[in-house]
């Protein structure tokens, strides 16, 4: 599978931005994905994920709790992040992330180590 995230960019605190990603290579549809961030002198962290099945099967780190929504399209291949209410310690390169599910549509891991297939990062910065 190959990730290409975009969407990000330069926002000002309280701002949103819709981060895409999209996949090529492999069915699109039996493979969670998750988002990641990485913030300047940071490690990577979790920041949402979601089974293949979409839906309820979605989950999140508590920072971005009521602020960001993954979904995905799999007619198009394509994952998103919508973030609203952009806060300065938002700021990172983030990470889609696929993880191969089979039959598990409830399969969405929050684990780095799940996901096997990684996107090149996308930039978001949060002025204050």
């Known amino acids: 599978v190959q990730l290409q995230a975009s969407g990000g960019g330069l926002v000002q605190a309280g701002g949103s931005l819709r981060l895409s990603c999209a996949a090529s290579g492999r069915t699109f549809s039996i493979y969670a994905m998750g988002w990641f961030r990485q913030a300047p002198g940071k490690e990577r962290e979790f920041v949402a994920s979601?089974?293949?099945?979409?839906?309820?099967?979605?989950y999140y780190t508590n920072s971005v709790k009521g602020r960001f929504t993954i979904s995905r399209d799999n007619a198009r291949n394509t994952v998103y992040l919508q973030m609203n209410n952009l806060k300065p310690e938002d700021t990172a390169v983030y990470y889609c992330?696929?993880?191969?599910?089979?039959?598990?549509?409830?399969?969405?891991?929050?684990?780095?180590?799940?996901?096997?297939?990684w996107g090149q990062g996308t930039l978001v910065t949060v002025s204050s």
């Open positions: 992330a696929a993880a191969y599910a089979h039959a598990r549509s409830f399969y969405a891991p929050v684990e780095e180590v799940s996901y096997a297939y």
């Open positions: 979601i089974g293949w099945s979409g839906g309820s099967n979605t």
